[in-house]
């Protein structure tokens, strides 16, 4: 099932998520109407705060060509992270058609719970370092344009306001 993507400004997406304690049913079921959610969009990447449930799961696949490579991260946590820095032009499914460069590690460690409750760990480089990290920022109710000054900031905040005016009309 596709789920509506919360658009910013909103308060859930500025909540600190809370840990997921077991794999059951509905977490798989909520993995599963992610990446539905998140290949219809188009996006490389979703969190669960953007449909809403303000839990510690993500999913993503930065495959653009090819067979897809869906992951499902459940408590993902960086344990180590480089010390070179990349800049990519990130964007977001909750503040439509804006791009911002954005420095982040070039390369993190990440440890994982998967879907059949095991640990998992693995070292993401390149547009898969960038995305986990925008991924699990949304865990810790981050945004990327929390990474610009405040100016630009407010200009994307307020072009997101006027937006969300437009649709609730369009209803
Ligand atoms: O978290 C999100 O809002 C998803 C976001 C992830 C992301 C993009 C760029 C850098 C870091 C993280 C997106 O997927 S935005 C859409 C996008 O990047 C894309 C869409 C279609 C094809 C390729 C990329
Ligand atoms: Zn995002």
């Known amino acids: 099932m596709i789920r509506p993507i919360l658009i910013h400004p909103d308060p859930r997406l500025k909540k600190l998520c809370e840990p997921v304690a077991e794999i059951t049913p509905e977490i798989e079921r909520l993995a599963a109407d992610m990446l539905e959610t998140m290949y219809d969009a188009p996006g490389i990447g979703l969190a669960a705060p953007q449909v809403g449930v303000t839990k510690r799961l993500l999913v993503m696949d930065c495959i653009k060509e090819g067979t897809p490579e ?75 344009i929390d990474y610009l000054g405040p100016l630009k900031r407010q200009m994307i905040t307020r072009k997101m306001e006027k937006l969300k005016r437009e649709r609730a009309r369009e209803v």
């Open 70 to 144: 869906p992951m499902a991260l459940v408590n993902p946590e960086v344990i180590w992270a480089s010390e070179d820095l990349s800049v990519y032009e990130e964007g977001c499914l909750s503040i439509p058609d804006q791009y911002a460069d954005v420095k982040r590690p070039a390369e993190v460690q990440v440890r994982w719970m998967d879907l059949k409750g095991q640990m998992q760990e693995r070292q993401f480089a390149g547009i898969w370092a960038t995305c986990v990290q925008h991924e699990i920022d949304h865990l810790d109710g981050k945004l990327f």
